[in-house]
């Protein structure tokens, strides 16, 4: 956990909406500093690691998209917040697709982006917290080190985010199996499980891995 306040940038081209997020965020007592356009804000991050970061959609020098996929490239953990003002779905997932944590509509009420900066604050730390217990061998709770790594094996030569069934597929393990180790692998923050909304029906979880 952080000691300190939380250092969050804020990505937009205007001037007003950089100065509403950056005195809604120090209100809520973490530290802000801002940027005007895609390129400046990842010069800032490169110099100083925030974080979470806040990024506008439609900006004129390096746009939302691009932006969110070369901070993504810089830090694989970083929670990205993007706010537009465009509802469609498609959008949204395109963000997410690049890597983006979250995706609100504009204008956000203080009180709603303020929760939701604590939220990916919150799970930011409880990666980071199972991260570090799970640094010691695998092995515990049942787990054995050979099924574990087959379907490590299997995410790893994935491109795309995988479905249980296709997991189940792929290494010709017992489903139940598969979902008990995808459920530690997640829980030490090993695979990520991202939401497929498809067209009809309820979501499907996808699950990538987060490092090798």
Known sequence: MHSEPAFILVIDDHESVRFTLSEILTFAGWQVETAAS??????????????????????????????????????????ILVLTVEERTDVAARFLEAGATDFAVKPVKAPD????????????????????????PAGEKGICPTTLEKI????????????????????????????RYVQYLEETGRVVAEYDYGKVGRPRKRYRILRP
């Open 152 to 179: 490590l094996a299997y995410l790893r030569a994935q491109a795309h985010p995988v479905t249980l069934a296709e997991i189940t597929q792929g290494t010709a393990l017992a489903y139940p199996t598969v979902h």
């Open 38 to 79: 895609g390129w400046a804000g990842l010069a800032r991050f490169r110099a100083r690691r925030h974080d979470l970061v806040i990024v506008d959609y439609h900006m004129p020098d390096g746009d939302g998209l691009s932006t969110v996929r070369r901070l993504r490239a810089l830090d694989p953990d970083v929670p």
């Open 113 to 136: 982006l303020i929760s939701r900066v604590r939220l990916h604050l919150k799970m930011r730390d409880l990666v980071a917290a199972q991260r570090r217990r799970s640094a010691e």
